[in-house]
């Protein structure tokens, strides 16, 4: 199975900050890189797929990048309603993976 | 509207049989795979597998393979997930969610709310 990790495993931040998360796979995976939200006692909503590109309805203030096997999600400019756990995921390999996740505190 | 509505959360013993379902709305169901993923706290989300609705073509993560088994009834628009002998580490939150076309990336673009399986004797 390919390995996702992602870091930091949590991070708090002020309204307004810009915030970056990171996810490292263990082989390339190309653009097959997906990221989820989930708010607590929630399923995971997804909010970016290929790796840089919004699902529909997701604010422009998050954006991600990367190929291969290195990868970011960043919040550009955090607002209080962005708090929660991040996933990737990866949709390459079989079976597909997701990191371990991010939690995401909003000061 | 798209929607995937699960069963109720369940609580049984080491040795019981399960069997929770997923039921699609709002799109042409057949025509989407739906996966089945599990959280466990302190272990992130797992993918267990995927069923087509169409012809029920099954498919499961090595590491669930003989544990469960996935399955879809086309004329309900429903899968399913079942088990015939559940282990207390088989406690946890399971979710179904609608795996995207290809120009979605196979992402999960739907998710149902979540079913909490607990097992403990």
């Known amino acids: 199975d390919i390995q996702m990790t992602q870091s930091p495993s949590s991070l708090s931040a002020s309204v307004g900050d810009r915030v970056t998360i990171t996810c490292r796979a263990s082989?390339?995976?190309?653009?097959?890189l997906n990221w989820y939200q989930q708010k607590p006692g929630k399923a995971p909503d997804l909010l970016i797929y290929?790796?840089?590109n919004l699902q529909n309805g997701v604010p422009s203030r998050f954006s991600g990048s990367g190929s291969g096997t290195d990868f970011s999600l960043t919040i550009s400019g955090l607002q209080p309603e962005d708090f929660g756990t991040y996933f990737c995921?990866?949709?390459?390999?079989?079976?597909?993976?997701f990191g371990q996740g991010t939690k995401v505190e909003v000061k | 509207e798209v929607q995937l509505v699960q069963s109720g959360a369940e609580v049984k013993k080491p040795g019981n049989s399960l069997k929770i379902s997923c039921k699609g709305s709002?799109?042409?169901?057949?025509?989407?795979?739906i996966v089945w993923v599990r959280q466990v706290p302190g272990k992130g989300l797992e993918w267990i597998g995927i069923?087509?609705?169409?012809?029920?073509?099954?498919r499961y993560s090595p590491s669930f393979q003989g544990q469960v088994t996935i399955s879809a009834d086309r004329s309900t628009d429903t899968a399913y997930l079942q088990w015939s002998n559940l282990k207390a580490s088989d406690t946890g939150i399971y979710y179904c969610?609608?795996?995207?076309?290809?120009?979605?990336?196979?992402?999960?673009?739907?998710w149902g709310q979540g079913t909490t399986v607990t097992v403990s004797s």
């Open positions: 969610a609608r795996r995207a076309r290809p120009a979605i990336n196979y992402a999960l673009d739907v």
């Open positions: 709002g799109y042409n169901f057949i025509s989407y795979w």
């Open positions: 069923v087509y609705p169409a012809d029920s073509d099954a």
């Open positions: 082989q390339s995976v190309a653009r097959y």
């Open positions: 290929a790796a840089s």
């Open positions: 995921q990866q949709s390459s390999g079989a079976p597909p993976t």
